[in-house]
């Protein structure tokens, strides 16, 4: 949780969810175009980040990358292609003009890793979500839900429990208002959110319900190892917040930082169920 109100906070997720949910459920189209745009905003935050850190980085790199594997993420039912090689292949791109920039415009080489670390994170992570939109409902909706409810939820929970019984620092020195309290209620409660997406999909989903219940513990524990990642950023850049997009939460970066590390936690697990 961020900066703000607790009801300003309320409100803006809230928001969020009204706008979510129809974009999920209409189709992949809808669901591609909003993880795009949340790509498209969080790689300007990560790059005004870097900026700061005396970096000089654009995040046109990023969005131009994304927007091409967006689109054949929607082809790919009409046209045969591998994913990995292509965004490989795109990276490699990439890094042959930075170079390139490096080598007329005396543009630094960190300055050209810079702009290259954007194309990793976060929006390789929120690539991620984009491939989901595209798959079939009894993959997505599992793996959405569970993240959705299990990060959101020991989010929720280990800020409030961690306000209220809170006594030992987690990691002081990136994120020193976390604690280990707020932590092991966040682990608690969030696993048992989890849950919940196993009640709903009962019968549509057919993956046992303690897959559930071990996918949602460690989602938990990746998308709190996700906020740390987002807070360690923000401390070597100076800056409390990524950007004041999202009122009482932040930026987009700060909303999403665990939500970036859970997903694939979560992918990878319900696919080894389903390979199994």
Known sequence: MKRGGTMVRVITGISLLVFLVPCVWIGPLTRLCFFYAVIWFAAREMSDALNRMDF?????????????????????????????????????????????????????????????????????????????????DNLLYPVLLITMFAAAGCDIFAYFLGRAFGRHKLCPSISPHKTV??????????????????????????????????TAFFCTIAGQLGDLVASMIKRQAGIKDFSDLLPGHGGIIDRIDSFCFAMPVVYFAIMLFHST
């Open 181 to 214: 309290e707020g932590s092991i209620a966040g682990t608690v409660f969030g696993t048992v959110l989890g849950m919940l997406a196993w009640v709903l999909l009962r019968g549509y989903a057919p993956i046992p319900w303690f897959v559930y219940l071990i």
């Open 56 to 136: 000089v980085t654009s995040p046109w790199i990023a969005r131009v990358v994304a927007f091409a594997m967006c689109v054949l993420f929607y082809l790919k039912a009409k046209i045969k292609f591998d994913v990995t090689a292509f965004y490989m292949t795109a990276l490699s791109i990439v890094l042959m003009f930075g170079l390139l920039a490096a080598l007329f415009r005396k543009i630094t080489m960190r300055d050209v890793l810079g702009s290259c670390i954007i194309c990793f994170y976060p929006t390789l992570f929120l690539l991620g979500y984009a491939y989901l939109s595209v798959q079939p």
